[in-house]
């Protein structure tokens, strides 16, 4: 069965829906605070014409999923499913971002249950691979079980640090 890249993905905090073009403004509204991206490698996603690089990269992907808040059914942020690899049993989750209201709580952790749930229907191994900087999003990653493998560059050639999840581990967690 092949990986579905795109998958529409409910819990109780929040949904996960495919990336559509008229998402931009809403999602763009999300992104427009400079804080979200402070410790980002690309810091000035913000800005409209950078936020447009990456909404169209995203759509380009065919592996964006848009986070809508259940309670209300605002857009709150994004993730995507990048480089699956059949012969690996691996995919990617990342480019991962949420509004500040939804920092600190449930949400985060909701949407990577809810895509890591479905990527081990597919695959043995998730990786996510954080900026050096991105001290945020290291701990976001080890607070859902990843564990630090090392570092490699990521596909704009930034290096980068490699946490994985397991299946066996996950399932154990």
Not at 74 to 92: A, L, N, P, V
């Amino acid at each position: 069965m092949p990986f579905d890249l795109q998958p529409v993905l409910k819990g109780d905090l929040l949904e996960l829906r495919p990336l559509r073009a008229a998402d931009f403004d809403d999602l763009f509204g999300v992104a427009a605070d400079p804080l979200i991206w402070e410790q980002h490698p690309i810091k000035d996603r913000y800005q409209d014409e950078q936020f447009r690089m990456f909404f169209r990269e995203a759509l380009e992907s065919g592996g964006a999923l848009v986070a809508v808040d259940t309670s209300d059914g605002r857009i709150i942020g994004s993730s995507r499913f990048h480089g699956y690899d059949s012969q690996r049993s691996e995919i990617e989750i990342g480019w991962t971002f949420l509004a500040r209201s939804h920092w600190g709580g449930r949400h985060n952790g909701e949407m990577k249950r809810l895509m890591l749930h479905h990527a081990f229907r597919f695959v043995d191994r998730v990786v996510f691979l954080v900026g050096l900087e991105n001290l945020r999003s290291q701990r976001a990653v080890e607070k859902i079980g990843g564990v630090r493998i090392g570092s490699r560059p990521d596909s704009a050639d930034r290096e980068s640090i490699v946490y994985e999840i397991t299946s066996g581990a996950y399932e154990r967690g």
